[in-house]
Nanobody, 125 residues
Framework: QVQPVESGGGSVLTGGSLRLFCEFSGYTHNTFHIGWFRQAPGKEREGVAAIYRHSGVTAYADSVKGRFTISQNYAEKTVILQMNMLKPEDTGVYYC??????????????????WGEGTQVTVSS
């Protein structure tokens, strides 16, 4: 199986914006949920946003609601995470995960079995 590939990370000041991309065109198996997760140094990986591929239904962590938007280009197998009003606590490595089955817990990292290598997001004050 082919890993998803993340891109779009970088460094911004508080209040800035970034757009992350998860591309998984090389993945040919069933794909139900695509999720964005982040991990700060010394902390566990936490769910940020997820999208159910077939219906487009989305889920967000409370900490990012109203600031982040997840969307997809279904045909191109790309999921986008638009991040606005960034805060220093948003800093971390952002990972894209693929879940090849349905789950009622799309923001739970332990549900996911396929991961990209991550992209760094740094927000400074």
């Amino acid at each position: 199986q082919v890993q998803p590939v993340e891109s779009g990370g970088g460094s911004v000041l508080t209040g800035g914006s970034l757009r992350l991309f998860c591309e998984f065109s090389g993945y040919t198996h069933n794909t139900f949920h695509i999720g964005w997760f982040r991990q700060a140094p010394g902390k566990e990986r936490e769910g940020v946003a997820a999208i159910y591929r077939h219906s487009g239904v989305t889920a967000y962590a409370d900490s990012v609601k109203g600031r982040f938007t997840i969307s997809q280009n279904y045909a191109e197998k790309t999921v986008i995470l638009q991040m606005n009003m960034l805060k220093p606590e948003d800093t971390g490595v952002y990972y894209c995960g693929i879940l090849p089955r349905w789950t009622g817990y799309p923001l739970r990292s332990t549900e996911y079995s396929i991961w990209g290598e991550g992209t760094q997001v740094t927000v400074s004050s």
